[in-house]
Antibody, heavy 118, light 110 residues
């Protein structure tokens, strides 16, 4: 059974930082590109970032570029997202996702809520 | 990285067919056969329904089909059922090696 279990969400003050983690099981982690996708309350899906299976290639949405880092530990089947200088507009459910390539998302976690507020 | 354009809502009666459009540009939808569609029920994570324009993952009903013409992709749901009531999102690979989603379409079964 495929499982993607996110952790690290919660309430963060504006300007703060957080690190999201995602523990993966049930598929070949190192063979899959991994993305973070977020969804603000009552809004649509927004792609955030992607990392290749070997961790060499990474890409970011303009909304988080320069203040976010995606990385992975293939020995632990775990994906991470570090986000700094958090803003109110970063408030969202963050989904950990995996795909056979950069072009599709096959697997989704249940999401972790990040709330940026003072 | 502008979002793909989808209608906000589409509705139909049980048994009918509906089509949801997804319009992008030559840098995304029109440039690659890498359009996907996702279904999301309230409070749930999205689920892949169609990938690479017209392919269904294992376990997805053949009532769901996808197509593309130029910069516009489409998802058709035939034989509409109550359980199909959900939000649907398209996505496309882009020339920047990123993904872009559509704004989402709420499907209502009358």
């Amino acid at each position: 059974e495929v499982q993607l279990l996110e952790s690290g969400g919660g309430l963060v003050q504006p300007g703060g930082s957080l690190r999201l983690s995602c523990a993966v099981s049930g598929f070949s982690f190192s063979s899959h590109a991994m993305n973070w996708v977020r969804q603000a309350p009552g809004k649509g899906l927004e792609w955030v970032s992607v990392i290749s299976g070997n961790g060499v290639s990474t890409y970011y949405a303009d909304s988080v570029k320069g203040r976010s880092t995606i990385f992975r530990d293939n020995s632990k089947n775990t994906l991470y997202l570090q986000v700094n200088s958090l803003r109110a507009e970063d408030t969202a459910v963050y989904y950990c996702t995996g795909g056979r390539g950069f072009q599709v998302i096959d697997y989704w976690g249940q999401g972790t809520l990040v709330t940026v507020s003072s | 990285q502008s979002a793909l354009t989808q209608p906000a809502s589409v509705s139909g009666s049980p048994g009918q067919s509906i089509t949801i459009s997804c319009t992008g540009t030559s840098s995304d939808v029109g440039g690659y056969n890498y359009v996907s569609w996702y279904q999301q029920h309230p409070g749930r994570a999205p689920k892949l329904m169609i990938y690479d324009v017209s392919n269904r993952p294992s376990g997805i009903s053949n009532r769901f089909s996808g197509s593309k013409s130029g910069n516009t992709a489409s998802l058709t749901i035939s034989g509409l059922q109550a359980e199909d009531e959900a939000d649907y999102y398209c996505s496309s690979y882009t020339s920047s090696s990123t993904l872009v989603f559509g704004g989402g379409t709420k499907v209502t079964v009358l």
